[in-house]
């Protein structure tokens, strides 16, 4: 995982409409339906990827925010200190 200052780039993933409907059309005939209904099974898979996206983002967005939590209170730390 990347920190705020180390981010390293995101991978873009780009797939040609022919392979997918190439692919899809495979896993139809494997599975005995139609290439709409493989279609309609591709976008479930990606609601699903999504999600888990989404959870994976929430879990290291709050890592980052304990991380800068701790920071602000040892400058909060710090400050106080001064002051005494």
Known sequence: MGTLRNQPPRDHFHQDLD???TELGAIGNKHNINIATAIEAKKALEFERQNNITVQNGDYHDEQMAGLGDILERI???IESVGQ
């Open 19 to 21: 392979s997918l409907l």
């Open 76 to 78: 909060s730390g710090a």
